[in-house]
């Protein structure tokens, strides 16, 4: 059972990136699929989640409008779309499978991907 992120990268302020995160091993199409993202010297926290069905998607205050989360259950891949991305966007972002509990509780996700770098420079 793996997730993979990618997509990460070096980008401007006021720039775009997308992340991928692909499943392999098992599909997790009825999970809470989130990304968290985790800054150097800070705690890993929630930016994104959505609900297995893709109805549902719910967002840190700090990336509401300017970043999007999406699924295609059929790839088994799940994606985020950051735009007008900030410096303080920068850090290493990790997609993950929900267990349990409420979607911006990191210790509800049981299944992680290794990270993704996003740097934003001003």
């Known amino acids: 059972v793996q997730l993979q992120a990618f997509g990460g990268g070096l980008v401007q302020a006021g720039g775009s990136l997308r992340l991928s995160c692909v499943a392999s091993g098992r599909t997790f199409s009825s999970r809470v699929m989130g990304w968290f993202r985790q800054a150097l010297g800070k705690e890993r926290g929630f930016v994104a989640a959505?609900?297995?069905?893709?109805?549902?998607?719910y967002y840190a205050d700090s990336v509401k409008g300017r970043f999007t989360i999406s699924r295609d259950t059929a790839k088994n891949t799940v994606y985020l779309q950051m735009n007008s991305l900030k410096p303080e966007d920068t850090a290493v972002y990790f997609c993950?499978?929900?267990?349990?509990?409420?979607?911006?509780?990191?210790?509800?996700?049981?299944?992680w991907g290794q990270g993704t770098q996003v740097t934003v420079s001003s």
């Open positions: 959505i609900s297995w069905s893709g109805g549902y998607q």
């Open positions: 993950a499978a929900q267990s349990g509990g409420s979607y911006y509780i990191r210790d509800g996700y049981n299944y």
